[in-house]
């Protein structure tokens, strides 16, 4: 069965498609300075929208996520975004935890995995 | 193929169901004030079990496991509870770090994918 | 259908196959002592190679990556190894975050996910 990359960088692809499933990388916001954890939050959603629309998929159909923070005390802020932008009952099995990331600025990074439609 | 939700919250599910792919969200202990690495590694695995069992699938059809303490000096004190719990040649591909979890109080949470009996 | 573990300890697999698919555990460097990131990175790869051949696989069919570095200050040395190991075209979706590992002078853990060939 083939292997669909979208965004395949050099050194990493931005979702990788296999059968019916969807594999994200970890999101980062792009636009990071002087941003809060809520703007962040949001950029990184809307990244992952587009994203998972490219391979077939959208956040009805999200299956897992593993979500990254800076600074876990942020951890009320981005489920303010979070909480509106998913689905009532279509919410995926989900992990949060504290971890530095690849640039100090970055204060969330977000990776999921769905099923296509 | 259609996806089955357990115990599905308006910001996560406790676990989700693929095809014949179950997917958990990390698990932590409910009961966490003065309790040790042991006793919530304990917990967490008991609420493991009944989420696969919900899911239609158990321990011995695990094919992932992550696991993140707060402390990694706890490394041989969780694996002392997690080394009779796994089914020998029946143990999972794991990775285990460090990190702050969502509360203070958290000194461990697991996720685990498997797959239906 | 079965599950084919690879290396299957008392604690944990290095490899389980299911179907096509192929989840490795996270994979640290065994000659650690005076090692930089660079050096533990090239370890780290060259036994995912050896586990995604046992598995029916190889790194042409990744999906999926996550890197755990000690010190995320190495992230550029960490990628300097990286870069050169992925085929171009074919990279996963990756994160990459910082946490402490199972021993002190773990510098880098990677833990992948791939399809067999």
Not at 32 to 51: P, W, Y
Not at 77 to 87: G, L, P, T
Not at 107 to 115: F, G, K, N, S
Request: charged share 25%.
């Amino acid at each position: 069965m083939s292997i669909q990359r979208i965004d395949a960088g050099p050194r990493m692809s931005q979702a990788v498609v296999h059968g019916d499933m969807v594999y994200l990388a970890g999101v980062v916001a792009d636009k990071r300075g002087g941003t809060s954890v809520a703007d962040q939050t949001t950029q990184v959603l809307a990244r992952i929208d587009d994203l998972l629309s490219q391979a077939g998929s959208d956040k009805s159909r999200l299956l897992k996520a593993t979500i990254w923070l800076r600074d876990i005390a942020a951890f009320d802020e981005m489920n303010s975004v979070w909480d509106k932008w998913v689905i009532p009952g279509q919410t995926p099995a989900r992990a949060c935890v504290e971890s530095r990331m690849a640039a100090p600025d970055i204060l969330v990074e977000i990776q999921v995995t769905a099923v296509k439609n």
